[in-house]
């Protein structure tokens, strides 16, 4: 049981981080930026400098949580989009609707 479980959670955190990782590279311009931090965090573990490393690993942190929401409030867009285009496939026109309306009664 404790294996299944460890599984199924690995795959909600793998499936997690590609979604991700997919929102952060969708750009080249995101796409530098998070090779130009980790970089930064390498330099600053590589010089044995715990300040550096620490604020490009800030840095980094911020970025990803920023891009993260932005992700969030692109999706909640495209779901409202997605719903509002689906209610308008399905409501009747004006006309169809006074002729349902006559027609029942």
Do not use: C, Y
């Amino acid at each position: 049981m404790f294996g299944h479980l460890t599984a199924s959670l690995f795959r909600v955190i793998n499936d997690h981080i590609d979604r991700n990782l997919r929102h952060l590279r969708r750009t080249e311009d995101d796409w530098k930026e998070l090779r130009d931090q980790h970089r930064a965090i390498w330099e600053g573990i590589r010089s044995r400098d715990p300040a550096l490393a620490s604020a490009a690993v800030r840095r980094h942190i911020d970025f990803v949580s920023e891009s993260m929401v932005a992700r969030a409030r692109h999706e909640e867009r495209e779901t409202r989009a997605r719903v509002a285009r689906s209610l308008v496939r399905s409501a009747p026109l004006k006309g169809e609707a006074a002729e349902v309306e006559s027609g029942s009664q």
